[in-house]
Nanobody, 115 residues
Framework: QVQLAESGGGLVQPGGSLRLSCAAS????????MGWHRQGPGNQRELVAE???????KYIDSVRGRFTISRDNTATALYLQMNSLKPEDTAVYYC?????????WGQGTQVTVSS
């Protein structure tokens, strides 16, 4: 089993920044992909950013240029640097890890962008 724990969420004013972290523990093997998803009020969960095992990254259009996904050298920590935050970025952010054909999710961390 793999456990994922997100941290770093909070309340921030529009234009501000936050850095989310996701720590993986348990039975860790090489990953296929790691990513961040979010679910805003009344919305479905959506992919925000994804990092593949070959190092390629993808972002949804609404965050490209503002958010940056990265990981540590051991691939047990995943980060999301979020800059120029907007009220529409308000959501619960979830970390996801895919390894050996199984998908694991964290419990989520709340990000609220409001003045």
């Amino acid at each position: 089993q793999v456990q994922l724990a997100e941290s770093g969420g909070g309340l921030v004013q529009p234009g501000g920044s936050l850095r989310l972290s996701c720590a993986a523990s348990g039975i860790i093997f090489g990953f296929s992909s790691m990513g961040w998803h979010r679910q805003g009020p009344g919305n479905q969960r959506e992919l925000v950013a994804e990092l593949a095992s070959d190092g390629s990254k993808k972002y949804i259009d609404s965050v490209r240029g503002r958010f940056t996904i990265s990981r540590d050298n051991t691939a047990t920590a995943l980060y999301l640097q979020m800059n120029s935050l907007k009220p529409e970025d308000t959501a619960v952010y979830y970390c996801k890890r895919v390894q050996r054909g199984r998908t694991y999710w964290g419990q989520g961390t709340q990000v609220t962008v409001s003045s």
